[in-house]
Each structure stands twice: as C-alpha cells, then as structure tokens.
C-alpha cells in the first residue's frame, strides 16, 4: 500500500493548494552546465537542438537552462511528461510556442484552455469519429493513388515535397472537400517554413514586444500567416464547405457553422471556423507528410521491413480493395513499422508549458511563472526506455512489446491530446500501401533524408527514382503478366521436356561453365591457375527473366549487404574490402535471375551470414564440439521459436533471429516447418563436423564417402535456399510436387551437384585450414590412395551424373506436376549460378606463398 501511494505522489500531484512540507522538502531542479555569459544555452540549443535537449537527462528529471536572460526548465523524464500533460493539464497551460499563433490565428482548438478548450473539442469531435473513418479511408485510398499514378518510371521525387503536397491534399479531400488550385497548394507550403521559424524565433524574445519589430524574420512570418489564411479560405468557403445540406452538412466547415458556441450561445464566426480550420490543415499536412519521407527513408534502408509489410498488405488488404478500419487492424506488422518511425522520428522537436501556480514534478519543486519545455523527438530516444535508441527496430512493438504509453506520447495525453490520432494513423497505413504497392522507390546516392530542426523535426534532401513495382501474386511475388514474372519458356527458350546436354569434362578441363546472356568470364582452372580457350556447355543457359534486371541493381544490392552485415556487427569496416572480393551477390544474381527488390535483399544477406558463419568454423569452433554447439544451438533454437532477447546474445545470433523473420513472413506454415526443419539439419552439420575431427573419425578414416556426401549435403545450406525459391517466386510450390519421391532425388542431386562443385573450386582454400577438411576430392584421395587429378576427375564425372540424372527427372516431375515448372526450372538455374560464380569469385583465391596454418 506505501508504494502504490508513493507512486500516485509522483504521478497525481494533489489537486487542493500544497502545504509547506512537500514543497520544502522539493529541490530545486539543477542548473544544466555549460551555460554562457549573456547567452545561457541559447547556443548549444540553435547550433544542436536534438543533441543538446537529449544530453540534458543525465543531469536529472527537470533541468534548468537559461536562454538569454530567461530561465526555463527542460523536463526529460516521460513519466514527468506524462504528469505535466496530464495531471498538471489546469495548472500549467501550453506556453510561448503556441502563444506565437494564438496571435496569428485565434483562440482555437490548438491554442485554447480550459472550459474553451473542452468546448471546442466537443464541437469538432463528431469528424472524428468511428463513423467517419471508412468513409475517410476511401478519401486517403483515392487522393494516394491519384497523385501516384501521375509519376513516371524513372522521375527522380522530392519525396519531402511530393509527400507535403499529397499529405494536403487529404486533409482537403477528407474533411473540407474542397480541392485547392495548384497555385494555392504551392503558396501553402511555401509559406510553412516562414511561419515555423518565426514561431520558434518569436517564441524565445525576451519581450513579446520585438515580435511587432520590422525584422526580416517577423515580415516573413506575416506574410506567411496571410499565405496561409487565404489558401484555407479557399477550402474553407468552397462549394462543398458551404453547402447546408447534402455532402456538406459532413464537411468541418459544415460541422463549424452548424454548431452554437454554448459560452455565448451564438453560432461560431468565421474567425472561428478559419482558425480551426487552419489547425487542421497545419496539424494535418507537415506532421504526416514529414513522417511518411522518413517511412520511406527507413524502408530504403531495411527493405526486409519492406517485404513484410507487402506481405502483410497482400494478405489482410488485398490490391484493389477499399481499406476498412478492421483491414487496418489487421495489420499488426505495419503499424510496428509505422510506430517505430514515429517513434525514431517525432516530428515535435520541442513543446511549451508554463506553470501558472507552484507545481511538483517528481522530487523538483517548480515555481509559478515557471516555463516548461520538453522534446517528444529526445524523449522518444531515450535509452533507458528504448534500448539502441537510434537503431529502426520496429519488432521492440510485436507482441505487446515496446513501452507503456506514459514514454510514448507522439499526439501528446491528457485533455490536450491530438484529436486527429486516429485519422493520422490511418493515413500513414493507407498512403504508404497504395504508395509502395505500385512503385519501388530506389535510393538515389548521396540524397536519403537529414534532420532539420525547427519547433518540428523536418525529413528534407530525400530523392529516389522510381521503379514501377509491377502488379503482385497473393504472397507478394510478381505475378506471371508482370515484368518480374516468371518466363514462359524453359531456361534458355528451350523445352524442359528435353534434357540438357551434359557433356563428359575432359580431364584437362575444369568444370564447365555454363553459358547465359551474361556471359561471365570462363572459369579458373582450381587445378592449374589456367583459363582453358574453351569448355565445352554441361548445361543449358540458366533462364532469362521476362524483364532484364537493371544493370545496378546487383551493385546496389552489394552496397546495402555491406551497410548491413556492418551495422549488424558480423563485420568491422577494414573487413569489408576483402570480404566484398567474394562479390556473394554475383552468385545470388546467377542463381535466382527473377530476384528483385527485397526478395533480392534478403537472398545476398542470407549467403552472406551463412557465409560469415562457415568462416567462424575454420577456426577453433571447427576443431571444438562444444565451441561449435554454443554458437550453433541457439541458432537453432530460433528455428524452435525462441523468443531469446537476452543481452548477451551474440550478434550472429541476432542477425539470424532477423533472417529468419524475413525469410518467413507471409509464408505458409508448411512451408515455414519445411524450411525450419532443413535448416536445422543444415546448421547440425557444423558441431557434427567438429565432433568428427576432434575423434578423429574425419572422411576416409572412420567416415565413409557415402556418410561423408550426407553431411556435405545438408551442409552447403541448398536445401534452405531451394526452399526460397518459394519464398522468390510469391507461393509455395504445389503440394502434390512437394509429396513426389522424384522431387525428393532432384533435390538432393542439386544439392550434391553445387557441393561438388564447391569442392573443386574450394580445394586449395580447404586444404589450408587447421583441421582435417570435409572436401570430396581430399576424401576419394585418402580413400582410394588415388592421385589428386584422378580424384578431380571422378568428382567431375559425378557432377555431370547428378546434372543428367537431375533432367531426366525434371522431365518426369513436369509431366506429372506441370505447375510446378517454375520450382523445377530453379533448381536448375542453382547449380549454374554455383558454377558461375565459383568459377570466377575471389572467394577460393589463395595468395601466392600462403602457407597451411
């Protein structure tokens, strides 16, 4: 009971007039250091508003700072917050901020108190209420996909003003149904920034007086203010607005001019109407728009969010249908992400507060007169309250995760609480799906979004090209009509129903490389160092998607593999040139050519952790069975659906717990057991490997070849990949196939066909390594006491075994499953994508005179 009192103390201050023991015994919130003769904080404050506000916590709950000769106290605790804006709601009315438009606009919903306030609210309520929001959802739908039909394949936006143009747009569409001319839509947002800076300008004079001066700031915001009046008359007196019946009587004008002001009991004047209307139309327009660039950016640097959110969308909002608030729901994963850019980036960089009376925040006492300032952007990047607070992750949000909302307060608490939440929400869900079901923005270099802070936290240099995203399978993949489809024809426009040549490698030859449209350079000899004049095809061409991928977009998906295996940590950035060397996304290009976008993302980040990891074991964790069980065994766990989230998790680990989410989402749970299943054999490869060396039972020496081709099958990890040509392609393959024991054989054969390959190519690289290597050729040496070239040459013959074998079987799978092409002709393309890339990847270079460790 003597908590549970203390902490209403702290949260529900009394509401009768406090006696001189509580706020004796008060302190005085501290002085923040630093503060400079004549100016206080006021430099630290302009030069580096974000960082200077959030450094201010570690000095206490409530911080004093001096701003000229003017001394206001910064609360950084949100419970504080929290308390202020609700509790203290009476006593400590909003403060110089919002005072700046008082004067400029009228008493209205924003800038009013008390019985006035409370009076409005009610007024204006009824726009947004449960009742309207479908009818406002369709609004949103509309105006979004109107402005984004308007866009052309390769227009370069100014996502910060396309966003502030469509975000206006929709406040004018849904609540004045009105639309403004596109001279008034330009004046408007031209004028925003003029009308923010002397709000934040005029809101720290020493003396209210030097607002009325001639300065180039102040005339600038008064011709802003006069802007903006006359483009909300506009809407405010259009048809619509005005009407008395009909349509109309839905309108907030409408609603305005309907009501009775019930402290004079007379109809609201136009003044009132034009204030709440321009309430509306700021509130409305800079808050979104800024938050739907930074959705944006963050989607551009984490298309994984990306792909699941389509994901999403494909299944609880499909294309073409008009989205409801129980659609909106539904999608559990969206909102997370569109929580976390909120949260990341809070538009409100800093509001006011004065205490009217003597007040208690916490242990501080605060005096009357006493302005209070505190940041929604600072407090919401916390660290106490919000682990890696810089960092997008919109799962701290899943599963009720996240924090309480006394530390969440981006439309504010209290009575004074943003009466358009919902409808914003809504608005960031409903733009962002019709925004990113039809196009693919593409970063342009050098020009993704910075900070620029005024009394709002503003996204502006944000440029991207746009791709046209084509239209979308039920599961998120492109659907055969579409660009990204899949071919009609075989690989290389042959028939599948004939097999592929597989011509018998010479023994002078190595492996041969398959032919394709790219024509990649002919391979190494691993053997010899030698580039042979020719090599005859063991295959045919892998298959050429419908739509040429663009000639970047492997480079760009390298680039954002690097940025994310470092952030992740897999990776120091003096790692990352000779690790770039094995060009990974290169055999991802080969292997999977119908690969785009997020789907691309997620299949090089994959090879690439998986790739990291295998390195892992040729050091100690390779020779050590219990090394290599504490980094594998809580991989797996993940696969058991292991919630995890302690500290001390490695960041393998948590990379991994992020690929398997991407690799899942939107996926059947058939499919989702299947690949948790081989993955799990995949990563048992690992600790069995080292157990085999540490007794000394390694291939040829208590381990037989056929043993030995087991545990190098699962462990090339082609299973888990054949598996994500499903997750590529939008759909599982059919399940008939899946139950086929032919299928069963095909997959096996592709994946001992990529391992032998592997092999070859790998052979001098494995050699070297401290324990005795699991490679198939070093294996039929030790076995059969064979010559290195003989073992090179059964190897090859294998290969070319598995590949015939492989069509023959492909033959038969598609007589019996026809739909199941696309999955048959995948497997194919794997091998050839092995082939190629092996042949010319840096990754199995040995260095001249490296010696075996």
């Not at 991802?588 to 997020?598: C, D, E, K, N, T």
């Amino acid at each position: 009971m003597s908590l549970l009192t203390e902490t209403r103390k702290l949260i529900v201050p009394p509401r009768t007039a406090p006696g001189p023991s509580p706020l004796a015994r008060a302190a005085v919130p501290p002085l923040a250091p630093g503060a400079l003769p004549g100016l206080g904080h006021a430099g630290a404050l302009l030069r580096d508003p974000l960082g200077f506000l959030g450094s201010l916590g570690r000095h206490g709950g409530v911080v004093r700072i001096r701003l000229g000769p003017r001394t206001v106290c910064v609360v950084t605790d949100a419970r504080l917050v929290h308390t202020l804006l609700v509790a203290l709601a009476h006593d400590c009315p909003r403060g110089a901020v919002q005072d700046t438009l008082r004067t400029a606009f009228g008493d209205g919903l924003l800038m009013s108190e008390g019985q006035a306030h409370r009076d409005r609210r009610r007024i204006i309520q009824p726009a947004f209420g449960p009742d309207r929001m479908g009818e406002y959802l369709a609004v949103m739908q509309q105006v979004t996909e109107e402005r984004a039909a308007r866009w052309r394949p390769g227009q370069v936006l100014d996502v910060a003003k396309e966003m502030n143009h469509l975000a206006l747009e929709i406040v004018t569409r849904s609540l004045f149904d009105a639309r403004l001319s596109e001279d008034a839509t330009v004046a408007f947002h031209r004028a925003l920034p003029d009308l923010v800076k002397g709000q934040i300008v005029q809101s720290l004079y020493p003396n209210p007086a030097l607002a009325r001066l001639p300065l180039p700031v102040n005339r600038r915001f008064d011709d802003a203010v006069r802007v903006l009046n006359r483009v909300v008359d506009q809407a405010v007196n259009g048809r619509a607005a005005t009407a008395g019946a009909g349509a109309g009587r839905r309108t907030l004008p409408a609603l305005l001019r309907a009501a009775t002001d019930p402290a004079t009991g007379c109809p609201l004047t136009e003044a009132d109407v034009r204030s709440e209307a321009i309430t509306m139309f700021g509130a409305g327009t800079e808050t979104v728009s800024t938050t739907l660039t930074w959705l944006l950016d963050e989607l551009l640097r984490h298309p994984e969010a990306e792909a699941r959110i389509l994901a999403e969308l494909d299944e609880h909002l499909p294309a073409g249908s008009v989205p409801t608030p129980e659609a909106l729901a539904r999608l559990t994963y969206t909102r997370s992400v569109t929580q976390e850019v909120v949260r990341l980036h809070a538009p409100n960089a800093f509001l006011m507060r004065t205490a009217q009376v003597p007040v208690e925040l916490g242990p501080y006492r605060v005096p009357a007169g006493t302005e209070l300032l505190y940041s929604l952007t600072a407090l919401h990047r916390d660290p106490v309250r919000y682990p890696e607070p810089m960092s997008f992750r919109p799962e701290r949000w899943q599963d009720g995760g996240g924090t309480g909302r006394p530390s969440f307060l981006p439309f504010g608490a209290g009575k004074h609480k943003c009466i358009g939440e919902a409808f914003a929400w809504a608005e960031l869900t409903v733009a962002a799906a019709a925004i990113l079901r039809r196009w693919r923005p593409v970063a342009v270099p050098g020009a993704r979004a910075r900070e620029v802070v005024w009394t709002t936290v503003q996204a502006q240099g944000l440029r991207v090209r746009l791709a046209p995203r084509g239209a979308r399978s039920p599961r998120g993949g492109a659907s055969a009509a579409s660009p990204e489809g899949d071919s009609a024809s075989s690989p290389g426009g042959a028939s599948p129903s004939s097999p592929s040549p597989a011509a018998s490698p010479s023994p002078a030859s190595p492996l041969a490389s398959p032919s394709s449209s790219s024509k990649p350079t002919p391979g190494r000899c691993p053997f010899t160092g030698t580039t042979p004049a020719s090599a005859p095809a063991a295959v045919t061409a892998p298959t050429v998607p419908a739509g040429p991928r663009p000639h970047d977009e492997l480079r760009l998906a390298a680039d954002r593999h690097a940025d994310w295996v470092v952030r992740r940590g897999l990776l120091t950035p003096s790692e990352l040139p000779r690790y770039r060397a094995y060009a990974l996304h290169e055999l991802i290009g080969h292997a999977f050519p119908r690969a785009r976008g997020a789907e691309l993302d997620l299949l090089v980040d994959v090879l690439g952790w998986f790739t990291i990891l295998d390195d892992r074991f040729d050091g100690p964790p390779g020779r050590h069975p219990g090394e290599a069980h504490a980094l594998v065994d809580p991989l797996v766990a993940v696969l058991d659906g292991s919630s995890g989230g302690s500290r001390s998790e490695s960041r393998l680990l948590l990379a991994w717990r992020e690929l398997w989410d991407r690799q899942t989402a939107s996926m059947s749970p058939e499919w989702r057991a299947r690949a948790a299943r081989e993955w799990r054999a995949c990563l048992a490869t690992f600790p069995a490997e080292a157990d085999h060396r540490a007794r000394g039972t390694v291939p040829a020496l208590g381990l037989d070849l056929t043993d030995t081709m087991l545990l190098r099958r699962h462990g090339s990890c082609l299973y888990p990949f054949m598996n994500i040509l499903e997750r590529v392609h939008g759909a599982d393959a059919p399940a008939a196939l899946h139950a086929d024991p032919a299928l069963h054989r095909l997959r096996a054969n592709t994946a001992d066909a990529a391992t032998l390959i592997n092999d070859l190519y790998s052979l001098k690289r494995e050699e070297r390594q401290a324990g005795a290597a699991f490679n198939t050729v070093l294996t039929l040496q030790r076995a059969h006491g064979c010559t290195r070239l003989r073992a090179v040459h059964a190897v090859r013959a294998r290969v070319a075994r598995l590949r015939q074998e492989s069509e023959e079987l492909r033959r038969e799978l598609l007589h019996r499953h026809p739909a199941g092409r696309w999955y048959l002709d995948g497997t194919r393309e794997l091998v050839a994508g092995v082939q190629a890339w092996t042949s010319t990847s840096d990754r199995y270079l040995v260095p001249d005179g490296a010696r075996r460790r």
